[in-house]
C-alpha cells in the first residue's frame, strides 16, 4: 500500500512540475509599442531653449489676431526683419491697427505705426523699417486700437550670421532654395524660416507638385504652438 501511495505521489509531483514547466516557459505577449510621431518636415530648434516659455497662448494677442512669435525668445538673421500676423476673419466695424517695436525693458517704442485695415482674412506682413540693432532684444506687438489686451510678445534679437551658416545659405539658394526655411529653423532663426516659407509660397512654390511647403509651415507654427485657422495658409494668393 506504501508502495502504491508513493507511486501516486511521485505520479502528483511530475505532473505538477510538468505543468509548471509549461505555465512557467509561456511568456505573455508584449505590449503593443507605442506609436511613432510623424517625422516633421521641418524642426525648429530653440536658440534659447533654458529661458522659461514667455508667450503661453501661441501668439494669440485677440480672437481675431495672432502675432506669429514662437513661444520664447528667438533671432532674426537681418536688421530690418519683416513680421507676420495672421487676421482670422475680417472685422465687422471699421477697426484701427497698429504695430510698435520696443527695446527689451524699456518702455519707450522705438517703431510704431499706423496699419490699413485689413481687407482679408489671413496672414499680413510688416516689413521693420528702421535697422535694430545687434545683439539687443526687443519687443513687437500688433494690434486693434481698441482692444485693451496684453500687446507684448517674447522678446527677439537681431544676431548676424555666422561665415559657415552663410555659406550653407547660399548654396542653398544655388541648389536648392526649398531648403533655406528648414536651415534657418534648425539655427534658430524663427523670422527668417517663416518669412523664407512665407516669400516662396508667394513666389509660385504652391503651384508645383510639391506639398511640403504646407506641410513645412504647419509642422513649424505647431511646433510653437500656433494653430491657425485655414485662411491663414501661405499659400492662399493676395
Known sequence: MIHIHMRNFSAVLLLTAFLCLISCSVVPPSPPPPPTPPELSIVYNEPF???PITNL?????????????????????????????CVSDIPTKSMEMKIGLREYNSLKPVLIRSLPEP???G????SVDIALK???GYEWAVWFTKDTSDKSNPVFLYRPLSEELSKKLEQA???DPSKLPSIYAENGY?????????QQAQAGRCDS???????QWRDLLKQQGLELPPACGPCIKR
Open 57 to 85: 497662448m501661441g501668439g494669440n494677442n485677440s480672437r481675431l489676431l495672432r502675432a506669429l512669435v514662437p513661444r520664447k525668445k528667438t533671432l532674426s538673421a537681418v536688421p530690418k526683419p519683416t513680421l507676420y500676423w
Open 49 to 51: 531653449p533654458w529661458l
Open 134 to 136: 545687434p545683439e539687443v
Open 209 to 215: 507638385k510639391d506639398s511640403k511647403l504646407r506641410d
Open 190 to 198: 524663427w523670422y527668417d524660416a517663416v518669412a523664407a516659407l512665407y
Open 173 to 175: 539658394k544655388q541648389v
Open 123 to 126: 496672414i499680413h506682413p510688416f
Open 119 to 121: 481687407q482679408y482674412a
